[in-house]
């Protein structure tokens, strides 16, 4: 998924948590279902960011110069100005986009 694309506000809002546990029933369970999307999604932000960053990394000898390369700068401000990932997955979570699946122990029993 593109998150450059997010509806996602910059911002964080307050959120009715009835609305919210409508879907699934629980306010537990719905914040563990958004906290482990906020989790995949972060950990692929950082990915995706090393990898356009690895185009600038400096080899050990050049460590003692510092300098600033301003397209590096650019790309990190970029992912700097996107919604954080909580606020991605709770839009995902309202917008009906996650797949999840929740069971009792009950159910599993049988």
Same mark, same amino acid.
């Given at each position: 998924?593109?998150f450059k694309?997010s509806?996602?506000p910059k911002?964080t809002l307050?959120?009715?948590?009835n609305?919210?546990? %409508?879907?699934?029933?629980?306010v537990?369970?719905?914040?563990a279902?958004?906290?482990?999307?906020?989790?995949?999604i972060s950990s692929?932000?950082?990915?995706e960011?090393?990898t356009?960053?690895?185009?600038?990394?400096?080899p050990?000898?050049?460590?003692?110069e510092t300098f600033?390369?301003? %397209?590096?700068?650019?790309?990190s401000?970029?992912? %700097?100005?996107l919604p954080?990932?909580?606020?991605i997955a709770?839009? %995902?979570?309202?917008d009906?986009?996650l797949?999840?699946?929740?069971?009792?122990?009950d159910?599993?029993l049988?």
């Open positions: 998924m593109d694309k509806k996602a911002t307050t959120r009715d948590m609305k919210l546990t %409508e879907k699934v029933g629980n537990y369970e719905t914040v279902i958004i906290a482990k999307r906020s989790n995949q692929s932000l950082k990915r960011l090393d356009k960053l690895q185009d600038f990394s400096i050990q000898d050049a460590i003692d600033e390369n301003k %397209e590096q700068i650019e790309i401000r970029s992912y %700097e100005r954080k990932p909580t606020l709770t839009q %995902e979570f309202i009906d986009q797949i999840y699946r929740t069971g009792s122990r159910e599993q049988k």
